[in-house]
């Protein structure tokens, strides 16, 4: 959420950033419902104030018969009823509050503006693209390996699932294992293991709702939602607390199932494991003060690399334009894996810093050293890798010509030796 003492005092910056992320925002009326929410708020106050000194008067004339003492019980019942009036209108008619739920982040200064994908920048790619004469896409290679079923899981759980079975689900779970151990041995990422049931707070503290609710999977009495992305249990570690500036930076990073209904997605990525509704992702988190966002930024961004340097993968970083960014995010790296079979660099991991968009939602702030006031913390988060798609990545430039599977160096002690999936 932003900040509307600082939409107030900058009226002019910020009808200028959001208009780089392609929004039309009416500034004016945000301006005036904040105004007369200020009001409104004064007015409880004093009320507030002038009923807890008539009280304390009628304690002391309490059990005495007064002209005076009838008197104060009147005004106190009377401003009872006005505050509740006030309180009333304030909680049923907070407009203010539902538009700036719905205004995503502003972007940071060094993000280039753009519409859509086609405007992002190229930061920097790592080795040149396999080009495979014989290359297949990674669910011909699954189905023709008989270990990625599609058609009996459609049967069970409808379109977009997956089941892996034999060298597959193992190549699975060995990724899991070699990505968790890089990011906590080598980057000192502190493992969690989250749940994948959370609470609508949790999810409308990361800014998945209001604004995204229609991708999100709810339970049926409406208590519960299932995770699109691990960012949410994980960042919700420090929702409404205090953290001493010593326990900064924090960083979590756990593996989880994740769940998106691909709304507004048809007929985008229909056949395999590219968009599927179920999807298993390793996720780093990274809760630090405002100086340090900058560098952890770039510090996540380079755990992200290190697995796919060590899987020997090719791949892109991109830096997204302003119209192409997340709800939350302020900057966003993408790094894109190449993929022989398709011909072209897919998305693998989103890196994202979203400045103190998602701590003043969730209250999350941190204490400074002899400060007088608290301060909001920064929250980073992003993909250290998506699993599924690093199968296919692994899939697609290890293929040989008669349909196997190399595995990369870096995994084979994780697949107990195996260096062949045929």
Not at 23 to 30: P, S
Not at 343 to 348: A, L, M, S, V
């Amino acid at each position: 959420m932003l900040d509307i003492k600082w939409i107030r005092e900058n009226k002019k910056d910020f009808v200028d950033l959001i208009s780089k992320r392609g929004i039309k925002i009416d500034v004016d009326e945000i301006i005036k419902l904040d105004e007369d929410k200020r009001q409104l708020t004064t007015l409880i106050q004093e009320f507030q104030q002038a009923k807890n000194k008539k009280t304390k008067s009628l304690s002391i004339l309490k059990g005495k018969s007064s002209r005076e003492f009838e008197d104060l019980k009147r005004d106190v019942e009377h401003i009872n009823d006005k505050l509740n009036q006030l309180n009333n209108s304030i909680s049923e008619s907070d407009k203010l509050k539902d538009i700036l739920d719905c205004i995503p982040n502003l972007p940071a200064s060094d993000v280039p503006y753009g519409i859509d994908e086609s405007m992002n920048k190229l930061v920097r790619t790592f080795k040149e693209p396999n080009k495979l004469s014989f290359a297949k896409e990674h669910f011909d290679l699954g189905k023709n390996l008989g270990m990625m079923d599609f058609e009996q899981t459609a049967k069970i759980s409808g379109s977009r699932f997956v089941t892996l079975k034999k060298g597959l689900a193992k190549l699975e779970r060995a990724l899991i294992s070699f990505m968790i151990d890089i990011h906590t041995e080598k980057f000192k990422f502190e493992e969690v293991s989250p749940p994948s049931l959370v609470r609508p707070e949790a999810m409308y503290n990361t800014g998945q709702l209001p604004k995204l609710a229609e991708d999100s999977y709810v339970t049926s009495d409406n208590k519960y939602r299932l995770i699109p992305t691990g960012e949410v249990p994980l960042t919700n570690m420090v929702s409404d607390t205090i953290l001493p500036r010593e326990e900064l930076p924090i960083r979590y990073v756990a593996y989880t199932n994740c769940y998106r209904s691909e709304a507004g997605s048809a007929g985008k990525d229909t056949r395999g494991m590219i968009r599927n509704h179920q999807f298993g992702k390793v996720e780093l988190v990274t809760i630090c003060t405002p100086e340090e966002s900058e560098t952890q930024h770039e510090y996540m961004l380079g755990a992200a690399e290190e697995i796919l340097k060590r899987l020997d993968l090719p791949y892109r970083v991109m830096l997204l334009c302003s119209g192409d960014m997340g709800f939350a995010a302020k900057k966003t790296y993408d790094i894109e894996v190449w993929l022989p079979g398709q011909n072209k660099y897919r998305e693998i991991s989103s890196v994202s810093n979203c400045g103190d968009f998602q701590a003043r939602r969730m209250k999350a702030r941190y204490k400074e050293i002899n400060a007088k006031e608290n301060s909001f913390v920064h929250t980073l988060n992003g993909s250290g890798l998506a699993v599924g798609r690093t199968i296919v990545a692994i899939l697609e430039n290890y293929q040989n010509e008669d349909g196997s599977i190399r595995i990369p160096d870096a995994l084979i002690p994780y697949m107990n030796g195996l260096s062949l999936i045929n």
